[in-house]
């Protein structure tokens, strides 16, 4: 079998795993330059992961950085903290173990999904380059952005969820030694309605995972106007950007209004670590899940619908896809018809699951008062209605 797997991310690089290990001679066709950017920073390690790194003959603590308490900050007043062992592990760090091992697979970048067609019982696919290349099955694991979906589809469902993701990624070394002490081997948190930040030690740029080499991976829930989204995600050139606003691009004013939110908000060490900060952003979309399941397709992953951070499930969620999808088509070969019974099954299965943890996400920011309904801190013009905490 050969399978197109469009998507060179994460749920991409699972997906071609589990193709390849049922016998399928499989490329990957990813739209960016490169896979550089940080989009993902921080990720909490979770069993499909976990499971995929064993294959693959790694250790989740060879990709990981250990924690061993969580901790809550306030404003005012000493931090709560209770034992709470996890294991965190970086976008960047999961995307090398899985590139790796690659080394039969054709990984095709500056591949932008044109076009796709069945015909015969093959599917082809055409790119903005030109390129085109045939299959017998075809995976959209293309994110939150899927031109896979579009195509099925014929329209795109995002929608604003009321909020964004400011974020950072840090070098250690670079944390002065006392905000480094109080994060370090923690996940640290605070809270109030409509704001919420996290923070955690993740591996370092090259994977370091040892004191010094690691970095200090933030995340700031923000109740954001809609109307101030077009504002925040232009960046320093002029350039707008969709659903990521990469790192060095946040607008003098953009970070202004974030420093003096923190300052009035926050808690001094997250105020102290947002202001040594290379900020990037991530809007919080939803998008609804949709048909998994088209003739010689499957969509995985965000392209198939999200789920809210809060669940720390989107990367597991897809590798879970890839896992079970590779599994319905074991056994399959182009001259017979697709398994479409365990192809169904495949389907109904993971939506149900998709829509059980969209939902849980969906409830947990609402508990956190995030999104329209709660107070808003970013409003179009400048700062919205804040309160002291």
Known sequence: MRALVIGGSLGGLAAAHELTAIGADVAVYERSVDRTQPRGAGIVMQQEVADLLARLGRTVPSVSVALLERQHLHRHGDPQRYSAPQWMTAWDTLHHA?????????????????????????????????????????????????????????????????????????????????????????????????????????????????????????????????????????????????????????????????????????????????????????????????????????????????????TASGTSKAFGDAAALAHALSGWQPSQSPPLRALQAWESGRLAHLRAVALAGIRLASQSALGPAGPLYLSAEGLGTTHAH
């Open 98 to 310: 899985l590139r790796e091992p690659l080394t039969g697979a054709c990984v095709r970048m500056d591949s932008t999904l044109n076009a796709f067609t069945t015909h015969a019982g093959s599917v082809s696919a055409t790119f903005a380059d030109g390129f085109a290349a045939d299959g017998d099955f075809l995976v959209g694991a293309d994110g939150i952005g899927s031109a896979s979906r579009r195509l099925v589809t014929g329209h795109d469902d995002l929608r604003y969820a009321g909020y964004v993701a400011f974020r950072g990624l840090e070098p250690e070394s670079e944390i002065p030694e006392p905000l480094r002490t109080l994060l370090a081997d923690r996940f640290t948190m605070f809270a109030v309605p409509g704001l919420q930040m996290l923070c955690y030690l993740v591996p370092g740029a090259d994977g370091e995972r040892s004191v010094g080499g690691r970095r200090v991976n933030w995340v700031c829930y923000v109740n954001t106007a809609e109307a101030r989204l077009a504002a925040l995600l232009t960046g320093r050139s002029g350039q707008r950007f969709d659903q990521f606003l990469p790192p060095g691009e946040l607008t003098d004013d953009s970070q202004s209004a974030l420093q003096t939110l923190a300052e009035h908000e926050l808690p001094a060490a997250f105020a102290d670590l947002i202001q040594l900060s290379h900020v990037f952003l991530q809007p919080v979309f939803d998008l609804a899940p949709t048909s998994m399941l088209a003739d010689h397709l499957a969509l995985i992953g965000d392209a198939a619908g999200t789920v809210r951070p809060h």
